[in-house]
């Protein structure tokens, strides 16, 4: 069966600091791998996924995440973190049909 | 990026009434949606695969008879909480399947129901 665990169930950062939120998955079957940010009463917004055409890939507001098959890793990423990044963050592998989520990572942005 | 909407966005209703909740794909079909329940500060937990015209598949402990689902067209399903109660108060988040191939969905913006 397919799992994700997110590492941290917050992380606080300053403004303009590297982000990283951390994923790790279990899959019996190559793995696609999503990023998904929810907003306080909102939806979630697909920030970018993998899918094995690229090893790393580049998403919306300036995320990235590498998939690493050696670590069973698909850690997310941003160079420099803004006020507006705070939120929740998901990540999710896909099984049969379904998306099984992480228990989410709220991200902390001070000024 | 394809748009699914939710409607209502909130609701509060009292005990032992029932609430529908609409969630719509505008801009593309969506043979298969999905229904997931949130409490606050947690993951997403899958309620049930609507598939247009056939019955829902319910997860592990999740009542049918309570939460009655309906996908009777290529752009709507409906989730009905029957003989609602306070502990179904929670936000109520659709999506619907964009692409088979990675199982890629789209998110409504969520229904809080609130019962008194």
């Known amino acids: ?111 | 990026g394809a748009v699914v909407s939710q409607h209502p966005s909130w609701v509060i209703c009292k005990s032992g009434t029932s609430v529908k909740i609409e969630c719509r794909s505008l801009d593309f079909q969506a043979t298969t949606m999905f229904w997931y329940r949130q409490f606050p500060k947690q993951s997403l937990m899958l309620m049930a695969t609507s598939n247009e015209g056939s019955k829902a598949t319910y997860e592990q402990g999740v009542e049918k008879d309570k939460f009655l689902i309906n996908h009777a067209s290529l752009t709507l399903s409906t989730l009905t909480v029957t003989s609602a109660h306070p502990e179904d108060s929670s936000f109520y988040i659709c999506s619907a399947l964009a692409g088979v191939e990675y199982n890629e969905q789209f998110f409504g913006p969520g229904t809080r129901l609130t019962v008194l």
């Open chain 1, 1 to 111: 069966a397919q799992s994700v665990t997110q590492l941290g169930s917050h992380v606080s950062v300053s403004e303009g600091a590297l982000v990283l939120l951390r994923c790790n998955y279990s899959s019996s079957v190559p793995p696609y791998l999503f990023w998904y940010v929810q907003y306080p009463n909102q939806g979630l917004q697909l920030l970018l996924k993998y899918t094995s055409a690229a090893t790393l890939v580049k998403g919306i507001n300036g995320f990235e995440a590498e998939f690493k098959k050696s670590e069973t890793s698909f850690h997310l990423t941003k160079p420099s973190a803004h006020m507006s990044d705070a939120a929740e963050y998901f990540c999710a592998v896909t099984g049969f049909q379904k998306l099984v989520f992480g228990t989410g990572t709220r991200l902390l942005v001070s000024p």
